[in-house]
């Protein structure tokens, strides 16, 4: 149990489009989703949690007008990173929270590849 | 910032040898996490150990923590190949996570 998906698991697009990222938990209803950036060879970084129904909260640095996340249902969280440009590339994770259980146990996606050119 | 910082940052042995992995943070914390990484991949949950615990053990690993030090270790006993990926800790103050910079083990057969 506990399995989170991401989609895609890899995506290449042009400088200035759009990248829509989904995270979702396959068997349990996730109450907070997180999601995280990684440059190569470097820790995870925090960008963002998220509450189902509500407007999601950034880390400082994370700029909300580019980096959108919905959070429309218990089971789906989605990371648009508006007019992407080559420094937004990068791999990045999302994670979440079931309810009921350990306040921060998360269970983590396998992550999405994203290369802008 | 409460991000972990783990030791060695590198870590290379032979494959039945044990692996040491250290973690250091500044505040207090409810729990600390320790996660699994390999090349590419998202993370795996290895163990969680509170605040109130002093040791746990799941398998071949051993996680210890040591509150008056703000400092937790993760053993790996008789390692293997699979078992090289890149190791983080994750101490918890709050409901989230902030990983340390990470420990890259290679076990060679």
């Known amino acids: 149990g506990a399995v989170v998906s991401q989609h895609p698991s890899r995506v290449i697009c042009k400088s200035g489009t759009s990248v829509k990222i989904e995270c979702r938990s396959l068997?349990?209803?996730?109450?907070?989703m997180f999601w995280y950036r990684q440059f190569p060879k470097q820790s995870l970084m925090l960008m963002a949690t998220s509450n189902e129904g509500s407007k999601a909260t950034y880390e400082q640095g994370v700029e909300k007008d580019k980096f959108l996340i919905n959070h429309a249902s218990l089971t789906l969280s989605t990371l648009t990173v508006t007019s992407a440009h080559p420094e937004d590339s990068s791999f990045y994770i999302c994670?979440?929270?079931?309810?009921?259980?350990?306040?921060?146990?998360?269970?983590f996606g396998p992550g999405t590849r994203l290369t802008v050119l | 910032s409460q991000q972990g910082e783990e030791d060695p940052q590198a870590l290379s042995i032979q494959e039945g040898e044990n692996a040491t992995m250290n973690c250091s943070y500044k505040?207090?914390?409810?729990?600390l996490q320790w996660y699994r990484q390999n090349s590419g991949r998202g993370l795996v949950h290895l163990i969680l150990i509170r605040s109130n615990e002093r040791e746990k053990h799941s398998g071949r690993l051993r996680v210890t923590l040591d509150t008056s030090k703000k400092s937790s270790s993760l053993l790996i006993t008789a390692s293997r190949a699979a078992d090289t990926a890149s190791y983080f800790c994750a101490p918890s103050p709050t409901d989230k996570l902030i990983f340390g910079t990470g420990t890259r083990l290679q076990v060679f057969p």
């Open positions: 505040t207090s914390i409810n729990n």
């Open positions: 994670s979440a929270r079931a309810q009921g259980r350990a306040y921060n146990e998360q269970f």
């Open positions: 068997d349990f209803q996730a109450t907070t």
